[in-house]
């Protein structure tokens, strides 16, 4: 089964911590931040890119 990815601006489906999986460009990313966020909210860019980015629950 494969992982759910969730796209900045997307809104999470249920609290808790995500970390980037990858850019939204296609690139990898380096940023290993987890973030904290609850269910509603909006996902943020890639903290350390400032780039759209595909988020997975950590």
């Known amino acids: 089964m494969a992982e759910n990815r969730y ?9 808790g911590k995500y970390k980037v999986d990858s ?3 296609g690139n990898t990313s ?7 966020i609850s269910k509603g909210d909006q996902f943020p860019p890639s ?4 780039e759209a980015a595909y988020w997975v629950k950590a």
């Open 7 to 15: 796209k900045t601006g997307e809104n999470a489906p249920e609290s």
């Open 23 to 25: 850019l939204a460009n």
């Open 30 to 36: 380096n940023d290993d931040t987890t973030i904290e």
């Open 47 to 50: 903290p350390s890119e400032h």
